[in-house]
């Protein structure tokens, strides 16, 4: 089991790659779903990509029915919007689109981020 910590720490020591690591836990938790890969907090230091985990981890806590670790009310929202995609003209539809975790802490997702096949 992949835990957020984990993530965090695949994050920092292969940035190119952040995402692969995100989608990584993201598919890891779904299929075992268990509250203890996100029991322990995570390394902070990089405002964007901790919000982004943050809100991947609330939101995929919402999806699942599990309690939302205390811990993660200490991650800081990002001080400006960040918008994932990094085009322009996505920037009004992921507005529009994000899910409340992400916008509640100013990241700006297209409504399918989270889907997999």
Same mark, same amino acid.
């Given at each position: 089991?992949?835990?957020?910590?984990?993530?965090?720490?695949?994050?920092?020591?292969?940035?190119?790659?952040?995402?692969?690591?995100?989608?990584?836990?993201?598919?890891?938790?779904?299929?075992?779903?268990?509250?203890?890969?996100?029991?322990?907090?995570?390394?902070?230091?990089?405002?964007?990509?901790?919000?982004?985990?943050?809100?991947?981890?609330?939101? +995929?806590?919402?999806?699942?029915?599990? *309690?939302?670790?205390?811990?993660?009310? *200490?991650?800081? *929202?990002?001080?400006?919007?960040?918008?994932?995609?990094?085009?322009?003209?996505?920037?009004?539809?992921?507005?529009?689109? *994000?899910?409340?975790?992400?916008? +509640?802490?100013?990241?700006?997702?297209?409504?399918?981020?989270?889907?997999?096949?």
């Amino acid at each position: 089991m992949i835990t957020a910590a984990e993530t965090k720490k695949r994050f920092i020591d292969d940035p190119q790659w952040w995402k692969i690591a995100l989608m990584d836990f993201v598919d890891d938790f779904r299929f075992h779903k268990d509250p203890v890969a996100v029991k322990e907090r995570f390394e902070t230091g990089d405002e964007q990509r901790d919000a982004v985990l943050a809100g991947v981890i609330e939101t +995929l806590c919402d999806e699942m029915n599990i *309690s939302i670790p205390k811990w993660l009310e *200490s991650v800081p *929202s990002c001080r400006q919007p960040y918008f994932l995609s990094g085009y322009e003209s996505l920037k009004a539809t992921a507005i529009v689109e *994000s899910p409340v975790r992400f916008r +509640l802490r100013k990241v700006f997702v297209m409504e399918n981020f989270l889907f997999r096949v």
